[in-house]
């Protein structure tokens, strides 16, 4: 099945913490982004990639980082995670033209 | 930078009526627009995708329309059912590398 797969689905962890949400696509596409989404601002990009070893900011930027050493793995990493990153964070892909996302399940994550 | 709006922001329907949901954007200068699917504390779910010189698509009880030179898209669902019940988010892809979401619409369908 075609898919995007994000681990973990939830996750709680302490103020200063470092934490690494994984996101994997099987289906070859070369844009992977990742998302924010916070009740009355909806869905933000954080970070986008458009093929392995290409990345680049996206609008709410700060806090995270993020590789793409595989065409299919697209880690978000929070070196030092904070309560305002506390969020549900998705993962999407899609194949270079003008094709749809597809969007992982979501991990909500809480920092306390 | 482009804005998205979805009007209204929350509906209710007794099962069986069509309805319509709206979305509007800034920039017309889009690639296309999707139209997604959200179950609570679920992820997306893209249920249609037009392209900019698309005037409308359809999806079983779905139809979607775009006009891209008013800046709008509707959704038109048919015969509404319970499990329809969701959030309904509309998405329009602006260049290369972003899209931009409206808040979206919470339908729930009264049995």
Known sequence: ?112 | KQEVTQIPAALSVPEGENLVLNCSFTDSAIYNLQWFRQDPGKGLTSLLLIQSSQREQTSGRLNASLDKSSGRSTLYIAASQPGDSATYLCAARTGANNLFFGTGTRLTVIP
Not at chain 1, 27 to 37: A, G, I, L, P, V
Not at chain 1, 75 to 98: D, K, M, V, W
Request: a positive charge; hydrophobic letters at 25%.
């Open chain 1, 1 to 112: 099945e075609a898919q995007v797969t994000q681990n973990p689905r939830y996750l709680i962890t302490v103020t200063g913490k470092k934490l690494t949400v994984t996101c994997s696509q099987n289906m070859n596409h070369e844009y992977m982004s990742w998302y924010r989404q916070d009740p009355g601002l909806g869905l933000r990009q954080i970070y986008y990639s458009m093929n392995v070893e290409v990345t680049d900011k996206g609008d709410v930027p700060e806090g995270y980082k993020v590789s793409r050493k595989e065409k299919r793995n697209f880690p978000l990493i929070l070196e030092s995670p904070s309560p305002n990153q506390t969020s549900l964070y998705f993962c999407a892909s899609r194949r270079t033209g003008s094709y749809g996302y597809t969007f992982g399940s979501g991990t909500r994550l809480t920092v306390v």
